[in-house]
């Protein structure tokens, strides 16, 4: 089993920018790819950014590429999401998982955080 936290969510006006983090502990060693995912009021799951723990592979969502970036720092066993030029459609509520592949798909991820709300004003 692998244990996951986030942290970091709130409210920000457009333009601004927030760092997420998520906190893992348990079967870490397992662990191949680390994701985030968002779901918006009203909508399904979407993915957002996906890495390899080793850190050699990352992928973005289109909407996100260019102003999200994700890393983790193995030593603190923490993965991260930093969110630039925030959006009102950014809005939503963050997930971080974790899965022994690297996918985009959630259903391939069995580890998942609590969540965190982000809420970007216009």
């Known amino acids: 089993q692998v244990q996951l936290v986030e942290s970091g969510g709130g409210l920000v006006q457009a333009g601004g920018s927030l760092r997420l983090s998520c906190a893992a502990s348990?079967?870490?060693?397992?662990?191949?790819?680390i994701g985030w995912f968002r779901q918006p009021p009203g909508k399904d799951r979407e993915f957002v950014a996906a890495m390899t723990w080793s850190g050699r592979t990352t992928t973005y969502a289109d909407s996100v590429k260019d102003r999200f970036t994700i890393s983790r720092d193995i030593a603190k066993n923490t993965m991260y999401l930093q969110m630039n030029n925030l959006k009102p459609e950014d809005s939503a509520d963050y997930s971080c998982a974790a899965a022994t592949s690297f996918s985009r798909v959630p259903l391939d991820y069995p580890y998942w955080g609590q969540g965190t709300q982000v809420t970007v004003s216009s």
């Open positions: 348990g079967r870490i060693f397992s662990t191949v790819g």
